[in-house]
């Protein structure tokens, strides 16, 4: 999900991003990884929003 996110983010040259924060517990995270944590490290130049549940 992560992949295809950051490829479409590259090819249509956009500069934001809003996404919902995960609901998957921390102790899943190094198995399952964190869709968030991974746009942000593979992103440049975009702003990217990341929205409470709360």
């Given at each position: ?40 490290r ?10 409470s549940?709360?």
């Open positions: 999900m992560a992949a295809a996110l950051i490829g479409y983010v590259q090819l249509s040259r956009a500069t934001q991003v809003v996404m919902d924060e995960t609901s998957r517990s921390r102790c899943a995270e190094p198995w399952r990884g964190d869709i968030t944590k991974r746009v942000l593979s992103t440049r130049n975009v702003d990217v929003h990341v929205v549940r709360n």
